[in-house]
Antibody, heavy 119, light 107 residues
Framework: QVQLVQSGAGVKKPGASVKVSCKAS????????IHWVRQAPGQGLEWMGW????????KYAQDFQARVTMTRDTSVSTAYMELSRLTSDDTALYYC????????????WGQGTMVTVSS | AIQLTQSPSSLSASVGDSVTITCRAG??????LAWYQQKPGKAPKLLIY???SLESGVPSRFSGSGSGTDFSLTISSLQPEDFATYYC?????????FGQGTRLDIK
């Protein structure tokens, strides 16, 4: 079935960067945007931005504009989200998600990647 | 960014009850709204897209309505598996913000 598989959990020190991958399978990767969403422990969902895998064009949420970079490698059907200058507030579960075909809603989600920021 | 305000933040109900969760947008978003259900330790699950369209495989006891700034998600005849947290999300602007969530507990 169509799926998004994310990289494994990690622990980072404050000030470091983290890069999370999201590999798409069983669909044409360049046909659907990939969005990134995060969820801090016990908190709600926070939209971070999207990348158009066909063109590489990105749009970031204002809160992350200065620290996030979303890229893709079409040869391996994988999207990446890199977040820099990490603080403890960035400890969260990071999800990639794909909008449905001609619908406003994400019908495919990755399993999530837990990033812990700790000294 | 367009703000979404959900209410209530939490509610308690019993199996068999009907409940309604509302989502208000800070400006008009036409029908560009989705609803998700999330259970602990799981990714969100799409329930409703385009404000009122039921996602394939989602039980018909879930329904969505609204347009412009005011939206609602109704769950009729609650089942034990419906106790979870629900989020709305808007797609009208380039920034696809979420509501803060509504936690639905068993009374």
């Amino acid at each position: 079935q169509v799926q998004l598989v994310q990289s494994g959990a990690g622990v980072k020190k404050p000030g470091a960067s983290v890069k999370v991958s999201c590999k798409a399978s069983r669909y044409n990767f360049i046909d659907y945007f990939i969005h990134w969403v995060r969820q801090a422990p016990g908190q709600g969902l926070e939209w971070m931005g999207w990348i158009n895998p066909r063109s590489g064009v990105t749009k970031y949420a204002q809160d992350f504009q200065a620290r996030v970079t979303m890229t893709r490698d079409t040869s391996v059907s994988t999207a990446y989200m890199e977040l820099s200058r990490l603080t403890s507030d960035d400890t969260a579960l990071y999800y990639c998600a794909r909008p449905g075909n001609w619908k406003d809603g994400y019908d495919i989600w990755g399993q999530g990647t837990m990033v812990t920021v700790s000294s | 960014a367009i703000q979404l305000t959900q209410s209530p933040s939490s509610l308690s109900a019993s199996v068999g009850d009907s409940v309604t969760i509302t989502c208000r947008a800070g400006q008009g978003i036409n029908s560009a709204l989705a609803w998700y259900q999330q259970k602990p330790g799981k990714a969100p699950k799409l329930l409703i897209y385009d404000a009122s369209s039921l996602e394939s495989g989602v039980p018909s006891r879930f329904s969505g309505s609204g347009s412009g700034t005011d939206f609602s998600l109704t769950i009729s005849s609650l089942q034990p598996e419906d106790f979870a947290t629900y989020y709305c999300q808007q797609f009208n602007s380039y920034s696809h913000t979420f509501g803060q969530g509504t936690r639905l507990d068993i009374k």
